[in-house]
C-alpha cells in the first residue's frame, strides 16, 4: 500500500512498546488509528502520544482479548461504525514466558498460543474478508527471529512464531490464489527493547502461573531480560522499518540483518542433518 493517508489502521497489542510506536508511525502518515489491547491505561496513554504527534488524529480504542474471535469481530465492527472499513491490520499482540519446555503448564500453553497464535488466526479470519471486499488492503503478521530458530528456554513462544511465518505465508498464497489485491507482510525482528518482558503484568486469571520455580527457568529469564535490554534497535526504529516495508508492499521484513545469515546456517545444519541447530552456539 504506497498512499496511507486517510486509510484505516488497526493495531492488536496498540497499548505499549511496538503496537504504540507503530500508531505514532501510521498517525504521522495521516492514517487514522484502531487501537485494540486489554491493557486500557495503555491505549490512553498511546492516544495521548498520538495527539501530540499529529494533532487531530482520528482515534478508537477497545478493550480487546485477540485469543476471543468474538472480541476480535468486535474490534472490527469498530473500525467499520467509525471509519467504515480497515486497510492496514496489524496482527501484533504477543506474549512469552521462559522455561525449559518439560516445566511449561497447560496454563502457559493455553495463554501464549491464545495470544500469539489464535490471535494472529482470528485477525486473518475476521479482516481478510473486509480487505477482499474493499478491494485493498495489507495485513502485517508480527512473528519474530523465533519464527526461524528455537532457542533453549522459549519453546511455546517458538511454537507461536513459527506459527505465525507459516501462517503469514500461507495467508499470502491464498490470496494471490484468489486473485485479491491484499498485502501480507510478515515481520520477524531479534530483541528489541519492549514490555514484552513483562507479559506476566496481564496474564488473565485462568491461565495463572503455576509452574515450579526452578534454576533453569530463573536463568532463562535473566538472559532474556538481558537479551531485550540491550536491543540495538529500538521499537521505534522497528516501527519505521516495518511502515516502509508496507509502503513497498515487502513481504519478509527482517529489521535485524543478521537473522538472515543464522537462517542460512540453520538450512546448513539441515542439510549436515546430525544435530539441532543452537543459534546461539558459538556466543
Excluded at 236 to 252: D, G, L, M, S
Amino acid at each position: 500500500m504506497k498512499e496511507l493517508e486517510d486509510k484505516v489502521a488497526v493495531i492488536t497489542g496498540g497499548g505499549s512498546g511496538l503496537g504504540r510506536e507503530l500508531a505514532l508511525g501510521c498517525a504521522r502518515r495521516g492514517m487514522k488509528l484502531v487501537l485494540a489491547d486489554v491493557d486500557e491505561s495503555g491505549m490512553q496513554e498511546t492516544v495521548t502520544e498520538v495527539e501530540k504527534a499529529a494533532p487531530g488524529t482520528g482515534t478508537a480504542t477497545m478493550k480487546v482479548d485477540v485469543s476471543r474471535l468474538e472480541d476480535v469481530e468486535a474490534l472490527a465492527n469498530l473500525a467499520k461504525e467509525r471509519f467504515g472499513g480497515a486497510h492496514l491490520l496489524f496482527n501484533n499482540a504477543g506474549v512469552g514466558i521462559n522455561a525449559p519446555i518439560w516445566e511449561n503448564t497447560v496454563g502457559d500453553w493455553n495463554w501464549v498460543l491464545g495470544v500469539n497464535l489464535y490471535g494472529v488466526a482470528w485477525g486473518i479470519k475476521v479482516f481478510a474478508p473486509i480487505m477482499l471486499e474493499q478491494g485493498e488492503g495489507h495485513i502485517v503478521n508480527t512473528a519474530s527471529a523465533a519464527g526461524w530458530m528455537n532457542m533453549a528456554g522459549s519453546g511455546i513462544y517458538n511454537v507461536s512464531k513459527c506459527s505465525v511465518v507459516a501462517m503469514s505465508e500461507t495467508l499470502a498464497n491464498d490470496i494471490k490464489d484468489v486473485g485479491g489485491n491484499v498485502g501480507v507482510s510478515c515481520l520477524s525482528p531479534a530483541f528489541f527493547p519492549t514490555p514484552i518482558i513483562e507479559s506476566e503484568r496481564n496474564r488473565p486469571a485462568e491461565h495463572a502461573e503455576t509452574a515450579p520455580d526452578s534454576e533453569a527457568r530463573r536463568k532463562r529469564e535473566e538472559q532474556l531480560r538481558q537479551a531485550v535490554t540491550k536491543g540495538k534497535l529500538s521499537a521505534e526504529e522497528v516501527a519505521e522499518i516495518t511502515i516502509k516495508a508496507v509502503e513497498a508492499n515487502q513481504f519478509y521484513i527482517f529489521p535485524h540483518q543478521k537473522i538472515k545469515q543464522l537462517i542460512l546456517a540453520r538450512a546448513e545444519a539441515v542439510q549436515d542433518e546430525k544435530t539441532a541447530f543452537d543459534p546461539t552456539a558459538g556466543r
